[in-house]
């Protein structure tokens, strides 16, 4: 059974940084993609960055040159550093499994398993 468990959510203030992760318990954790996406209230689900098996990342316009995504494949960990955050990153931010060949799809149907999610709210 795949489970993914999130940390790094929570409180900042414009401008701050955060650091999400993601923990993955998938024995072929580097095969695979991953990715983030983000929910706000109100607003469908909408791709955020991805990391492919073998490290190329990918990014939404609206995070481009400010959030950073990376993966450990040793700690079977991916991380989102998000810097220069703003009010509109507010979300329920949530990582999950891709495909093992991943190319920048935005499509969240083609991630399979997903974590629970962690909240991120940027203040004014």
């Known amino acids: 059974q795949v489970q993914l468990v999130e940390s790094g959510g929570g409180l900042v203030q414009a401008g701050g940084s955060l650091r999400l992760a993601c923990a993955a318990s998938?024995?072929?954790?580097?095969?695979?993609?991953m990715g983030w996406f983000r929910q706000a209230p109100g607003k469908a689900r909408e791709f955020v960055a991805a990391v492919s098996r073998y490290g190329t990342t990918y990014y939404a316009d609206s995070v481009k040159g400010r959030f950073t995504n990376s993966r450990d494949n040793a700690k079977n960990t991916v991380y989102l550093q998000m810097n220069s955050l703003k009010p509109e990153d507010t979300a329920v931010y949530y990582c999950?499994?891709?495909?093992?060949?991943?190319?920048?799809?935005?499509?969240?149907?083609?991630?399979?398993?997903w974590g629970q999610g962690t909240q991120v709210t940027v203040s004014s």
């Open positions: 998938l024995r072929t954790f580097r095969m695979y993609s």
């Open positions: 999950a499994v891709g495909p093992k060949y991943y190319s920048g799809t935005a499509d969240s149907s083609t991630f399979d398993y």
